[in-house]
Nanobody, 119 residues
Framework: QVQVVETGGGLVQAGGSLALSCAAS???????MGWYRQGPGKQREMVAT???????NYADSVKSRFTASRDNAKNTVSLQMNSLKSEDTAVYYC??????????????WGQGTLVIVSS
């Protein structure tokens, strides 16, 4: 079982940049690491994921603006957000996911970090 903690949220103007970090309490080698967000009045949605093989996947709304990366040696994952828009305002959550043959998928979530983009 792994615990994850996000840092780096804050207030930024539209068009600006912000970097989020997520630190894990244990090795992330076996996990797909991801960033999700939940905006005001919205459901939680996937922003970006990076598999343990380093394959990235992004939501269409953030492609070419956000970059997710992982450092297995440091047990961290980052999200670089550029060209931020007001609709990016949300609580951003770090996620570690692993799927076992017998017990299925297990998800571990951080407490979230708030990003506010002012227009």
């Amino acid at each position: 079982q792994v615990q994850v903690v996000e840092t780096g949220g804050g207030l930024v103007q539209a068009g600006g940049s912000l970097a989020l970090s997520c630190a894990a309490s244990a090795s992330i080698d076996m996990y797909t690491m991801g960033w999700y967000r939940q905006g005001p009045g919205k459901q939680r949605e996937m922003v970006a994921t990076v598999t343990r093989d380093g394959i990235s996947n992004y939501a269409d709304s953030v492609k070419s603006r956000f970059t997710a990366s992982r450092d297995n040696a440091k047990n961290t994952v980052s999200l670089q957000m550029n060209s931020l828009k007001s609709e990016d305002t949300a609580v951003y959550y770090c996620n570690a996911a692993v799927e076992y043959l017998l017990t299925g998928r297990h998800d571990y979530w951080g407490q979230g970090t708030l990003v506010i983009v002012s227009s």
